[in-house]
């Protein structure tokens, strides 16, 4: 038979006191089916990824009384994937990623430190500009990654909309669009890492230096 498959980002979010949210996702099997469910995270061998949270997958029937039944789970593991294998009949399922959220509160307790310096020394400078220090161009590629939510490497304009109306509180009009994908670099309409860690450079410089801009 013929294989489908559909990816979605998920992002676990730690709010402190042990509390840990993450979306949970409703699957609907029309016939019986075979299927592999994992979830996967950045390889923490690449530059500004973080070390692997324990990660896996449970996937729970959904039944007519609405509670439910487990019907698969892989566990949680450290590892760069966690996968289960379920062949599944007609119905509604629920897939729910999972983690203890250890690891997130290791990083909160050892988050302490000097204050972040934004830029890099002067002669790391390249070509006399400046350029934002490691760690900020890690939060601003972490901030990249999280808000692209088709995983294509690229803000598309509706990702791009959901940054301003986060950031702004209003919409983005078709104007301020072109003038991004124009002024910074981008790809197929879609503005890169690249370019949206060059349109913060410009919104920082433009408001006078003003770190808020970036924290």
């Not at 980002?9 to 402190?16: N, Q, R």
């Not at 509670?67 to 509604?92: D, H, P």
């Not at 934004?118 to 400078?125: I, P, R, T, V, Y």
């Amino acid at each position: 038979g013929e294989w489908f498959e559909k990816r979605r980002k998920v992002s676990f979010t730690y709010g402190g006191d042990d509390q840990l949210s993450v979306p949970m996702y409703v699957l609907n099997v029309p016939t019986e089916s075979h299927h592999f469910i994992s979830v996967h995270q950045e390889d923490e061998r690449c530059e500004g990824s973080k070390p692997y949270l324990d990660i896996g997958v449970t996937v729970l029937e959904i039944l007519p009384d609405h509670t439910y039944r487990l019907v698969a789970s892989s566990g949680n593991s450290a590892e760069r994937q966690n996968q289960t294998e379920v062949n599944l009949k007609k119905g509604q399922y629920l897939v729910v990623p999972t983690t203890t959220g250890c690891k997130f509160a290791q990083g909160i307790q050892h988050s302490g430190g000097p204050p972040v310096s934004l830029f890099k020394e002067s002669a790391d400078a390249v070509d006399g500009r400046r350029e934002f220090s490691d760690e900020v161009t890690a939060a601003l590629n972490e901030m990249f990654r999280r808000l692209d939510s088709d995983l294509d490497n690229v803000l598309s304009r509706n990702e791009l909309n959901t940054f301003m109306q986060m950031t702004e509180g209003c919409a983005m009009s078709d104007e301020v669009h072109k003038w991004l994908i124009s002024q910074f670099d981008s790809y197929q309409g879609g503005l890169t890492q690249d370019g949206f860690r060059a349109a913060y450079m410009y919104m920082f410089e433009s408001s006078g230096g003003d770190p808020e801009t970036i924290w």
